[in-house]
C-alpha cells in the first residue's frame, strides 16, 4: 500500500506535468474528472479508491488538490508546467513577500532574478516561515525577500493561488531586497 505522500506525488505528476502518463488530458483549466482519474490510474498500476483520494486532498498541508464544487473534477491548485488556466485574478500583494531557496543558487538568482524555471509561475510565499519550509526540501534554506510593492507598482502581475501562495511570471534581481546580504563575498 502506498503511503498518502507517494500518493499526492503521484498526483502531483499527473495533475501537474504528466496526465499522459496514466492516458488523460486535462481540460484547459486543468481539470480531470475525478471517476476517469481513478479509472486510468488503477489501469497504470496506481490503484486509488475514492475515500483515499478524498483523505489525500483534504489532509494535504499545502492543498495542492482542489475538488470543483460538485467534488466531480480534481486539478491542482498551483505548479503546473502544463498550459492551464486556472482562472486566477490579479491580485494587489502584501508590500513584502518572500522565497525560499539554498546558497547554492544565489549566484544565478544575482544575474537573472527568480525564473519560474519549468513551472509557469515563481512560488512566493506570505510570510518567512513558510518559505524557510520550502527552502529546507533542499538544504539549509536562504530566506529572499521580495520587494511586491515596488513590482506591482511597476506593472508585474501577482496572483493568490487557491492554496495561498503568491504566483508571478518572474521576479528581476532588482526587486530582492537582500540578496546582496546573503550573498558570500567575492
Do not use: C
Not at 486566477?88 to 538568482?109: K, M, Q, W, Y
Not at 520550502?134 to 511597476?154: F, H, N, T, Y
Amino acid at each position: 500500500m502506498k503511503s498518502d505522500t507517494q500518493t499526492s506525488k503521484f498526483l502531483s505528476l499527473i495533475l501537474r506535468h504528466r496526465p499522459d502518463k496514466v492516458g488523460l488530458t486535462l481540460d484547459p483549466d486543468g481539470w480531470v474528472d475525478v471517476d476517469r482519474l481513478l479509472a486510468a490510474m488503477g489501469e497504470h498500476g496506481h490503484r486509488l479508491e475514492r475515500a483515499e483520494l478524498e483523505r489525500v486532498v483534504a489532509e494535504n498541508n499545502k492543498k495542492r488538490f482542489a475538488f470543483d464544487p460538485t467534488g466531480t473534477r480534481i486539478r491542482a491548485s498551483k505548479g503546473h508546467s502544463l498550459d492551464v488556466d486556472l482562472g486566477l485574478e490579479p491580485r494587489t500583494p502584501p508590500d513584502l513577500l518572500f522565497h525560499g531557496t539554498v546558497a547554492r543558487t544565489l549566484a544565478s538568482i544575482s544575474r537573472e532574478g527568480l525564473r519560474a524555471m519549468s513551472r509557469r509561475h515563481v512560488h512566493l510565499s506570505p510570510d518567512r516561515a513558510t518559505a524557510e519550509i520550502v527552502g529546507k526540501r533542499r538544504g539549509a534554506p536562504v530566506i529572499l525577500e521580495i520587494d511586491s510593492a515596488a513590482m506591482a507598482q511597476d506593472g508585474h502581475a501577482f496572483y493568490l493561488s487557491d492554496n495561498g501562495v503568491w504566483l508571478t511570471d518572474a521576479v528581476p534581481a532588482s526587486y530582492l531586497r537582500n540578496l546582496e546580504e546573503l550573498l558570500p563575498p567575492d
